[in-house]
Structures are given as C-alpha cells and as structure tokens.
C-alpha cells in the first residue's frame, strides 16, 4: 500500500468517498457541493489529508490535525475522518493504513484522538480491535 498527502486536486473525489462514510455512519447526509467546500476549508486551514492506494486504486483515505499544544485539556492527533472503501473491506486494509499514520505520518508520542457515531457499532469494534479505548461520550438532545 503506498500513501500520500492530500491535495486540493483530490477533493471531487473525496467528496464521494465521504458521502458513503457519512450514509454508512448514520450521520446526515451534506450535499457533494457543500462536503466540498468544507473539505476546501479544512485543508487550506489546519487539516491534512493522506490518500491510501493499492494497485492504482484507492482503498482509504484520513483527514486529521494536530490540536492545540496551547489549549486546555488533552491535545495530539485528531482523527476526524477515516474511511476504506467498502469493496475493499475485511482484507486488513484499514489496518494497515492506521500503521502507516502511525508509523510515517504522525509524529511518534503523540496522542491520537476521534470519534465514533453511536450509530457506528462497525467503527467501534474496529477501533477498539488497533488499540483504542474509550474516553469520552458525547449526548446530543433534538429540539
């Protein structure tokens, strides 16, 4: 699996990938045209994104920042989006891809943070499965 990071000529086809991550997580669904132009934002801000591929394909991608050393609580890595393809599911990809961030992207030390949706329970187990442990919930309340 080779990786790299993201540019803003990869966007259009993000915005596909992260629309089948917002319907498989039960998230409301953006419109393509408004995933584009927050993925724009977050990357001319302080998001990166890295881009997994296999064979000329690609399999993942992970849209993440560095919090604030300076702010208050815990700071590290935030893992905002993660996402493997669907075909390509259950051969170990999404593994080796969270690997690669570990081991090539991210500096060594850092504390990696994310979330899951409730709606998720697939998310968690794999999470769960490379090592992570709960350390927050969040409620919403619907008015």
């Known amino acids: 699996m080779q990786w790299r990071f993201m540019t803003t000529r990869d966007i259009a086809g993000i915005v596909d990938l992260n629309r089948q991550l917002q319907q498989e997580e039960g998230a409301a669904v953006m419109?393509?045209?408004?995933?584009?132009?927050?993925?724009?934002?977050?990357?001319?801000t302080d998001y990166q994104g890295v881009i997994f591929d296999m064979e000329a394909q690609r399999v993942a991608y992970a849209l993440f920042r560095d919090t604030d050393p300076y702010a208050e609580g815990d700071h590290?890595?935030?893992?905002?989006?993660?996402?493997?393809?669907?075909?390509q599911r259950r051969r170990g990809i999404g593994r080796a891809a969270f690997t690669l961030l570990?081991?090539?992207?991210?500096?060594?030390?850092?504390?990696?943070?994310?979330?899951?949706l409730s709606s998720n329970p697939?998310?968690?187990?794999?999470?769960?499965?490379?090592?992570?442990?709960?350390?927050?919930?969040?409620?919403a309340y619907q008015r």
């Open 102 to 116: 570990l081991k090539e992207v991210w500096p060594p030390g850092k504390r990696i943070f994310l979330e899951a």
């Open 122 to 139: 697939a998310g968690h187990a794999f999470w769960q499965s490379v090592g992570f442990k709960p350390y927050s919930v969040t409620y």
């Open 76 to 87: 590290g890595i935030f893992l905002r989006q993660f996402f493997v393809v669907a075909a």
């Open 31 to 44: 419109c393509a045209r408004d995933l584009e132009k927050r993925l724009s934002q977050w990357l001319a």
